[in-house]
């Protein structure tokens, strides 16, 4: 172990890992409670459209998939709370249609498809210096958006007819947390790729609730499970020989099922 | 204590369509500091969505609501002096949150966004615990509640920052009857300390010998009045569209709708 880290490779890519594991996890806390999960996925797919873009433009395609998934962010937020379109159904338009312009960029473009297969499935080995800046900026805008808005966002979550009430700029703050949600995803993309994205935002969330009846203590228990996994499955990976985006995915799903069989907050419940 | 003189809820030709339907009708209301009013009414007769017009939730078609002489949305920080207990709260029962960080929310509304709670509000939300008599309840998650003892709690978030309005849709469905005298008197006493309350209910026999007027809703307002004058008017029978006794029993009167034919 200690030989793999000596390589550079693998230091940039252990620090995006502990980075990217650790933010998912944190803001996947409010989307699992707040039930945007289907959101994330969409956003996640819909980088691919932005990543299209970006790569037709001949721009940096992860800055174009960051600017595009905030509009499509934004758009379903929109169209959800003001068209009366149920957030699902919206997702699920916004979805296909992003792929699809991707697909169709793709193909009027050749010679890129071996790059975007690294977007598609995620190539956490091949982090760059540049991606890992990325990250670390994300990572420090979203630490410090939840540390400013951390009681906030849990009051709109759990009670937004109350929050609107008491006088909080709920729509705002909900666009806030959409916008979170994409940063954190587009980021994460080039750890486990667009297909499995969400899974990272969600799962250790899932496992952290299943563990404790503390929003606090949730959030603290979904970072852990979220870090300790991208470092284990990365390393493991390696070891193995296997994709580490599959890896870390699979050994969250374990975590979730371990957390479901043991889980306190269930049996107390009972 | 209160904005300017005048009413602390007013509301002038308020009509207000819900689906394109008139759900409230042409509604004259207003109601004093430290009045205590009862709005009561048949299902559907528009009083959660009046409480909403007043609360700013629901936006009428036409007509001026004024709430501390303001537009509901113009509030701004004076929304911490508004206490609400919704009828129906959509919260998730599997959130983890328990109860005193469901009664200390109540104090984000004049903390604002961003800021910390500090101690005096964590005294608040003990001190509102222990007006509704579950302090003992406090660490508990808020999904392993009776119904009962949860309303409490949404009751004790609407008292947290000492509001000087206080707007309770139905607050005592599922609490018990020691519990419910006891809340009516404490909303008695918050009268009688200077706040204004605002309080929907199907109990008009046990608010009446607490309130000071009776506020009787369907689509419009049939009457608005002490509740001893309630019986005297037709706003009843106009009302629920049936014959309907107002009866003392010792102290508390009460209403007996008599069934259709
Ligand atoms: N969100 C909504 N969309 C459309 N119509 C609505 C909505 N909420 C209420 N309504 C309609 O408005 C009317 C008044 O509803 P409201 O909830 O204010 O009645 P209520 O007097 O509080 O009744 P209850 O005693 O059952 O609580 C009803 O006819 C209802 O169908
Ligand atoms: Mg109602």
Known sequence: MTDLVAYGYMQRALLAAVLIGGVCAVIGVYVVLRGLAFIGAGIAHASFGGVAIGAALGVNPVGAAIVFCLLVAWAIGYSSKKSGVKEDTAVGIFFAVTMALGVLIVGLMEGYRVDLMSYLFGSIISVTWQDLWMTVSVAAVIAILVAVFYKDLLFIVFDPEAAIVAGLPVELLYYLLLSMMALVIVTAIKVVGIVLVSALVVIPAAAALQLTERFNRAMLASAAIGVSSCVVGLFAADWLGVSPGAAIVLLEAAVFGVTAAVSPVRRRAL | ?261
């Open chain 2, 1 to 261: 204590m209160t904005s300017g003189a005048g009413p602390v809820v007013q509301l002038k030709h308020v009509t207000v369509c819900r689906s394109g339907v008139v759900v409230l009708d042409d509604i004259n209301l207003s109601v004093n500091k430290a009045d205590f009013c009862a709005i009561i009414g048949p299902n559907g007769a528009g009083k959660t969505t009046l409480l909403k017009v007043i609360l700013g939730l629901v936006e009428p078609k036409s007509g001026e609501v004024l709430v501390f002489g303001k537009p509901p949305r113009e509030l701004g920080a004076q929304k911490a002096k508004i206490g609400y207990v919704p009828q129906v709260s959509s919260i998730d029962l599997r959130f983890p949150i328990s109860v005193f960080e469901t009664v200390l929310m109540g104090t984000f509304a004049r903390l604002g966004v961003g800021a910390r709670p500090r101690s005096a509000d964590y005294q608040a939300a003990r001190a509102a615990l222990e007006r509704l008599g579950i302090a003992e309840l406090a660490d508990k998650p808020i999904g392993r509640l009776s119904a009962g003892q949860r309303q409490r709690v949404f009751i004790a978030r609407a008292l947290v920052n000492n509001p000087e309005l206080l707007l309770l849709d139905e607050p005592t469905t599922g609490v018990d009857t020691a519990v419910t005298a006891g809340f009516y008197t404490l909303l008695r006493q918050l009268k009688e300390t200077g706040i204004t309350v605002i309080l929907v209910s199907h109990d008009i026999g046990v608010v009446a010998s607490y309130v000071d007027s009776v506020a009787c809703l369907n689509r419009s307002l049939f009457a608005h009045c002490r509740p001893d004058e309630v019986q005297c008017t037709e706003a009843l029978r106009a009302m629920y569209g049936c014959d309907v006794a107002y009866l003392h029993h010792g102290e508390a009167p009460h209403i007996v709708v008599e069934e259709h034919e």
